[in-house]
């Protein structure tokens, strides 16, 4: 059994607070042929610097930034390496130094991760954070061998070279440890697609009905094609700076605190360990889960559970002084890229007990407005679409999500995804049947970027700070 020495469950100190001012992002759709990857990079770049109502002059601003931070997961697709050179390029940022970051499905969260330590350390005081994937150069099988060569080909590559047949077994497995429903995967399928339907950006929105999901194609036993997000193209940025230089930049600056944790590819043979405790649990409260799990022949995390973002969360929340998840926080965005992805990170990030995932989705207090009593939900999750909805440009993923988390916490849901405008540019029509997706007055949102069957994760936690 694992055992974790106390200077491993060291709480990271950053050296000086960290900031995100603003976010931009292209829409995300399966073939994006009319665009070079430089072209949607600066898509991205330009509304970040021109639609985040900043204090300074798009182009006084650009020139505040020190250090470039990109993401991009494949090469393979765009048969091009070293890409983050042409889009640093492209972008006009050169002489500036730029690093490229690839941790597989987390490779947006670990841009975001490591864009913040710069400023944190004092080596920038102002960074962009630059995230893309061009997946549309190869067909869709090919795509399929190209991202599921970052698995362990000695123990998970066995399980067939596509990701819905590393999940579909661990779908097996938590349904059988937890006794969990197939209607409680499919409801997520249809709560995140939903809210896809209200985004500009979004790839694959639709109004679903669970049994529409349960009756759909079956990808990989028992994950059917509305369960499984698909291989988009697009881009995301964020600017991330000093507590000085945001105030003088916006009037309503985001903290952000950052910490990841990592896990063996080793899916189906990883080693047991105790569960690291996050501020609202206690060892007698999961004295009924090690029982369980010897009577299933289990072992924590086993196939049921993600080590490396309760390891990302336990830091994280030691950082923001988060103690209570599902109180503290008034949104979060999950890495759904399959819908028992998403369910099973509720109980790795505290939002409910292990054991209990299902609970949070059944109750309704995942949504925006519950709707099993017509009241605010505690904590809607993926308001934005998620990857089930709205994309997964692999790159770009992790810093969609943190741009989700900081409009709203800006109050600017409906800025970036109720304007006519912003429909019209991606040459599409806002729904007449369009909603606000908008939290009242949030405070403190979480986003999760998660990587192959948690190999790598990054938990950021941004709040409100004006």
Same mark, same amino acid.
């Given at each position: 059994?694992?055992?974790?020495?106390?200077?491993?469950?060291?709480?990271?100190? @950053?050296?000086?607070?960290?900031?995100?001012?603003?976010?931009?992002?292209?829409?995300?759709?399966?073939? =994006?042929? !009319?665009?070079?990857?430089? !072209?949607? #990079?600066?898509?991205?770049?330009?509304?970040?610097? /021109?639609?985040?109502?900043?204090?300074?002059?798009?182009?006084?601003?650009?020139?505040?930034?020190?250090?470039?931070?990109?993401?991009?997961?494949?090469?393979?697709?765009?048969?091009?390496? %070293?890409? !983050?050179?042409?889009?640093?390029?492209?972008?006009?940022?050169?002489?500036?130094?730029?690093?490229?970051?690839?941790?597989?499905?987390?490779?947006?969260?670990?841009?975001?991760?490591?864009?913040?330590?710069?400023?944190?350390?004092?080596?920038?005081?102002?960074? %962009?954070?630059?995230?893309?994937?061009?997946?549309?150069?190869?067909?869709?099988?090919?795509?399929?061998?190209?991202?599921a060569s970052a698995a362990c080909k000695d123990f998970e590559t066995r399980l067939a070279r596509n990701y819905a047949s590393y999940y579909a077994p661990?779908?097996?497995?938590?349904?059988?440890?937890?006794?969990?429903?197939?209607?409680?995967?499919?409801?997520?399928?249809?709560?995140?697609?939903?809210?896809?339907?209200?985004?500009?950006?979004?790839?694959?929105?639709?109004?679903?009905?669970?049994?529409?999901?349960?009756?759909?194609?079956?990808?990989?036993?028992?994950?059917?094609?509305?369960?499984?997000?698909?291989?988009?193209?697009?881009?995301?940025?964020?600017?991330?700076?000093?507590?000085?230089?945001?105030?003088?930049?916006?009037?309503?600056?985001?903290?952000?605190?950052?910490?990841?944790?990592?896990?063996?590819?080793?899916?189906?043979?990883?080693?047991?360990?105790?569960?690291?405790?996050?501020?609202?649990?206690?060892?007698?409260?999961? $004295?009924?889960?090690?029982? /369980?799990? !010897?009577?299933?022949?289990?072992?924590?995390?086993?196939f049921e559970s993600f080590g490396a973002t309760r390891f990302a969360a336990y830091l994280a929340y030691g950082m923001a002084g988060v103690k209570v998840?599902?109180?503290?926080?008034?949104?979060?965005?999950?890495?759904?890229?399959?819908?028992?992805?998403?369910?099973?990170?509720?109980?790795?990030?505290?939002?409910?007990?292990?054991? $209990?995932?299902?609970? =949070?989705?059944?109750?309704?207090?995942?949504? %925006?407005?519950?709707?099993?009593?017509?009241?605010?939900?505690?904590?809607?999750?993926? %308001?934005?679409?998620?990857?089930?909805?709205?994309?997964?440009?692999?790159?770009?993923?992790?810093?969609?999500? #943190?741009?989700?988390?900081?409009?709203?916490?800006?109050?600017?849901?409906?800025?970036?995804?109720?304007?006519?405008?912003?429909?019209?540019? =991606?040459?599409?029509k806002k729904p007449d049947d369009w909603k606000s997706l908008q939290v009242k007055e949030p405070k403190r949102g979480l986003a999760i970027s998660h990587?192959?069957?948690?190999?790598?994760?990054?938990?950021?936690?941004?709040?409100?700070? @004006?």
């Amino acid at each position: 059994m694992i055992q974790f020495a106390p200077g491993n469950l060291r709480i990271p100190k @950053w050296t000086r607070p960290v900031y995100m001012v603003a976010g931009g992002t292209t829409d995300f759709r399966k073939r =994006y042929p !009319e665009k070079k990857i430089e !072209e949607l #990079c600066m898509m991205s770049f330009r509304m970040m610097l /021109e639609e985040n109502d900043l204090k300074m002059d798009p182009l006084a601003v650009k020139g505040l930034i020190n250090f470039a931070c990109y993401g991009e997961f494949a090469d393979h697709f765009q048969d091009q390496l %070293l890409c !983050e050179a042409k889009v640093h390029d492209y972008l006009g940022l050169d002489l500036l130094y730029n690093v490229g970051i690839k941790t597989g499905g987390a490779t947006g969260g670990s841009a975001m991760l490591m864009g913040a330590t710069t400023v944190a350390s004092g080596l920038s005081d102002c960074t %962009l954070v630059l995230g893309w994937e061009r997946m549309d150069e190869v067909k869709t099988w090919t795509g399929n061998y190209y991202i599921a060569s970052a698995a362990c080909k000695d123990f998970e590559t066995r399980l067939a070279r596509n990701y819905a047949s590393y999940y579909a077994p661990m779908a097996r497995r938590f349904q059988e440890m937890y006794n969990v429903d197939e209607n409680v995967r499919a409801e997520i399928a249809v709560r995140n697609r939903l809210n896809a339907y209200y985004s500009p950006f979004s790839q694959q929105p639709g109004k679903h009905t669970i049994q529409e999901v349960l009756g759909g194609e079956v990808v990989s036993d028992p994950l059917r094609f509305l369960e499984c997000c698909a291989m988009s193209v697009g881009s995301s940025s964020a600017l991330l700076c000093t507590e000085e230089m945001a105030y003088k930049l916006t009037d309503k600056p985001v903290r952000l605190f950052s910490a990841g944790g990592s896990h063996t590819l080793r899916t189906g043979d990883r080693r047991p360990m105790r569960i690291p405790l996050l501020p609202n649990e206690t060892e007698e409260g999961y $004295k009924w889960l090690y029982s /369980e799990m !010897e009577k299933h022949d289990g072992r924590w995390p086993g196939f049921e559970s993600f080590g490396a973002t309760r390891f990302a969360a336990y830091l994280a929340y030691g950082m923001a002084g988060v103690k209570v998840p599902v109180e503290d926080f008034d949104l979060v965005e999950t890495h759904d890229a399959f819908t028992i992805s998403d369910l099973q990170t509720y109980g790795d990030v505290g939002l409910t007990l292990y054991g $209990k995932e299902q609970d =949070y989705v059944t109750s309704g207090e995942s949504y %925006l407005v519950n709707p099993r009593t017509g009241k605010p939900g505690k904590c809607p999750a993926n %308001l934005s679409g998620g990857l089930l909805g709205t994309m997964h440009a692999v790159g770009a993923t992790g810093i969609f999500q #943190c741009n989700e988390v900081f409009w709203q916490l800006q109050g600017k849901y409906d800025k970036f995804h109720g304007d006519p405008k912003m429909w019209t540019r =991606y040459g599409k029509k806002k729904p007449d049947d369009w909603k606000s997706l908008q939290v009242k007055e949030p405070k403190r949102g979480l986003a999760i970027s998660h990587a192959g069957v948690g190999s790598h994760v990054v938990c950021s936690v941004l709040e409100k700070a @004006w």
